[in-house]
C-alpha cells in the first residue's frame, strides 16, 4: 500500500494570500534576473564560461555538466553574464517547483506547499546567489529529480519509477561527484521499510543504479584516458593529514549560516532530526530518505571541518531536502503529539526564518549590485573578485608597449577572468596546473612560439616553475585591483622571453600537476622540469 493516504488537497491558504505571495515570488525572480545581469562574473563563474568553450568529455576540477549549462545559456544570450547565467535562473525555478510537488504529494496541504516555495527564497544561496553559476548549481535540480522519483516509488509501488531516479542521479553525477553522498539515504530508503525484500528482489533499483552509471560515463571514460586524474584530484582531501582546527569548523558554520539563513538552518536541521525520529518510529520511507540524505552528509561535513576547508557551496545540495522536511514537520506535528505551544513555537520560527531571511537576501542583492560601501574592506567576498576588467585592460596596454603577444598566468581563476574580458583576442595560458586544462584546444600556438609573453601574477604565486624550465623574467610593472575605494588585489607585471610554455606536459611534473584542494601546495620536483627543458 502506498503510505500517502489519498485525500483532497487542503485549502488553508486565502486566495488574497495566495495573490500576495505569488507577486512575492515573482519578484524575487526578477530580482534574479536583474542580479544575473548587472553583477559582474565571478572567478570562478568565468573559469567554467572556458570549460563552455571547449569539446571535452570532462574536466579535471568537475564533471562536465556546467559547462554544458553555461553553453545552453550563451548560445541563446551570447558571451554574456546573463548567457552565462541563465541556465542557474532554470535550476531555481526546477528546484523549487520540484520541492513543491513533493511536499504537495506528502501531505496535500497548501500552506505547506507556499512555505516551501517561502523558504527556497529566504535562503541566500537559493534565493540569488543560485544565479552564479558552479557544479552545485547544475547539481542540485537533478538531485532534487532524483528525490522526487523516489518519493513517486513510495507514493504508487510502481517499480518504473526507479528508472527515474536511475537518469536523474546519473545526471546529478555529470554535474558534481558529491551526488554520491545520496547513497546512504537511498540504501535507508531502499532496506529499513518493510518493504525492502521487494525491492532487493526487484530488477529496478538495480537497472536504475546501470543507468546512473551509463549516464555518468563521460566522467568515468574522461577519468580513464587520463589516469583517473579527476578522482585523485578530489579524493585528496580525505587521504590528507591535518590538525584540528577551530577555525575551520567555525568557518564552516559561518557559511552555512549566511547561505542558508540564521534563522533558517536551526530550523531546518532540528526539523530534519524530528524527521529522522519520525521515520524510523513509523517506518516511512520518505522520512527516512529525506532525513538520511540530509544528515548522513552533513555530519560528515562537520567532521571534515574539524581539519579542513569545507567550499562554501559544497554542502548546498542538502538543504533543500531539508527545507522540505521543515514544511512537512508543520502538517505532521500536530498528529503526534506534540503540545500547542511547540505548534506555535514551530510556525512562529518558520515565520521568522522566511522574514529575516528574504530581508537579508534583499539586502545582499542591494549591497552587491548598487551600494556604494564597502563593509569588509580587503576581505569583502565581492570585492577581492572585482576590477578584473581593468587587469585586462593593463595587460593590453602593456603588450602594446613590451612586444609581447601572449599572456602567461599561473593561477586558473586570474587566467579565466583575463580570457573572459578579453574574448580570446589574444592567448592567454595558466602555464602551471595544466592538468586543469587537459584536452584544451590549442591556445594560439603561432602567437606563442618565439614571441615574448607578459606574466600577470600575485605576489606569492610561483614564479620559480617558470624561471627552473627555463623562463627569463623582466619586471615591467605592478597593477592592484580597486574596489569602491580600497586596493584589493596587488599583481606583479613581468615580460617572459627565451621560453615557450608546455601546454601537454607529462603527469606529476611541477608543471602539469595542481595545487591539491587542501590549501597546501603539493611537492614540486623542479629539478625534473630542469632535466625536461
Not at 519578484?27 to 548587472?38: C, E, N
Not at 579535471?60 to 556546467?66: A, C, E, F, S, T
Not at 579542513?308 to 538543504?319: A, S, Y
Not at 584589493?488 to 591539491?516: C, H, Q, S, V
Amino acid at each position: 500500500m502506498s503510505p500517502f493516504p489519498v485525500r483532497p488537497l487542503h485549502r488553508n491558504v486565502t486566495p488574497q494570500a495566495l495573490f500576495a505571495v505569488g507577486g512575492l515570488l515573482i519578484a524575487m525572480m526578477a530580482m534574479r534576473l536583474v542580479f544575473a545581469g548587472i553583477f559582474e562574473l565571478r572567478t570562478d563563474e568565468a573559469y567554467y564560461w572556458t570549460w563552455s568553450q571547449e569539446n571535452v568529455l570532462s574536466f579535471l576540477d568537475h564533471p562536465p555538466m556546467i559547462a554544458w549549462f553555461v553553453r545552453f545559456g550563451t548560445a541563446i544570450f551570447g558571451d554574456t553574464a546573463f548567457g552565462v547565467r541563465f541556465a542557474g535562473i532554470v535550476a531555481m525555478a526546477v528546484m523549487q517547483l520540484l520541492l513543491v510537488d513533493i511536499v504537495r504529494r506528502v501531505t496535500q496541504d497548501l500552506r505547506a506547499m507556499v512555505v516551501t516555495a517561502l523558504m527556497t527564497e529566504a535562503a541566500l544561496y537559493y534565493g540569488l546567489l543560485m544565479a552564479k553559476v558552479a557544479p552545485d548549481v547544475a547539481m542540485i535540480p537533478f538531485a532534487v529529480a532524483m528525490l522526487w522519483s523516489m518519493v513517486r516509488v513510495a507514493e504508487t509501488n510502481d517499480g518504473r519509477w526507479w528508472l527515474a531516479t536511475g537518469l536523474f542521479g546519473g545526471l546529478a553525477m555529470l554535474a558534481k561527484l558529491t551526488a554520491l553522498m545520496f547513497v546512504p539515504g537511498i540504501l535507508v530508503f531502499m532496506l529499513v521499510p518493510a518493504w525492502r525484500l521487494r525491492w532487493l528482489t526487484s530488477p529496478y533499483p538495480w537497472l536504475a543504479t546501470l543507468i546512473a552509471i551509463i549516464v555518468s560515463s563521460p566522467v568515468l571514460i574522461w577519468n580513464e584516458a587520463h589516469d583517473w586524474a579527476s578522482f585523485r584530484f578530489q579524493f585528496v582531501r580525505v587521504t590528507a593529514a591535518h590538525d584540528w582546527s577551530l577555525r575551520t569548523f567555525g568557518e564552516f558554520f559561518g557559511l552555512q549560516f549566511v547561505q542558508v539563513g540564521f534563522v533558517l538552518l536551526p530550523l531546518i536541521v532540528s526539523a530534519c532530526a524530528v524527521t529522522a525520529w519520525r521515520g524510523w518510529r513509523r517506518q516511512d520511507p520518505i522520512a527516512l530518505l529525506f532525513s538520511s540524505s540530509v544528515l548522513v552528509p552533513f555530519l560528515y561535513f562537520v567532521w571534515t571541518s574539524l581539519s579542513l576547508r569545507v567550499g562554501d557551496t559544497w554542502p548546498m545540495f542538502l538543504w533543500p531536502a531539508a527545507i522540505a522536511g521543515a514544511a512537512i514537520n508543520m502538517v505532521e506535528l500536530p498528529g503526534e503529539g506534540w503540545s500547542n505551544g511547540t505548534i506555535r513555537i514551530y510556525w512562529r520560527s518558520v515565520q521568522a526564518s522566511i522574514a529575516v531571511g528574504m530581508t537579508f537576501v534583499v539586502l545582499s542583492f542591494l549591497y552587491c549590485t548598487v551600494a556604494p560601501w564597502n563593509l569588509f574592506g580587503r576581505n569583502d567576498p565581492v570585492g577581492t573578485e572585482a576590477g578584473y576588467d581593468k587587469v585586462a585592460e593593463r595587460a593590453l596596454q602593456d603588450m602594446r608597449n613590451t612586444g609581447a603577444t601572449w599572456i602567461a598566468t599561473t593561477n586558473y581563476r586570474v587566467y579565466a577572468m583575463l580570457r573572459w574580458h578579453l574574448r580570446d583576442r589574444v592567448p592567454v595560458v595558466q602555464v602551471t596546473e595544466r592538468a586543469r586544462f587537459l584536452d584544451f584546444s590549442d591556445p594560439g600556438s603561432a602567437q606563442i612560439t618565439g614571441h615574448p609573453g607578459l606574466l600577470i601574477a600575485g605576489i606569492d604565486d610561483q614564479r620559480e616553475l617558470l624561471r627552473a624550465a627555463g623562463a627569463t623574467l623582466e619586471p615591467i610593472g605592478s597593477f592592484t585591483t580597486m574596489w569602491r575605494g580600497t586596493p584589493m588585489r596587488y599583481f606583479e607585471i613581468e615580460k617572459i622571453t627565451g621560453w615557450t610554455p608546455e601546454l601537454n606536459p607529462a603527469p606529476d611534473t611541477p608543471l602539469y600537476r595542481w595545487r591539491n584542494l587542501a590549501d597546501a601546495p603539493r611537492p614540486m620536483r623542479l629539478a625534473r622540469v630542469a632535466r625536461a627543458s
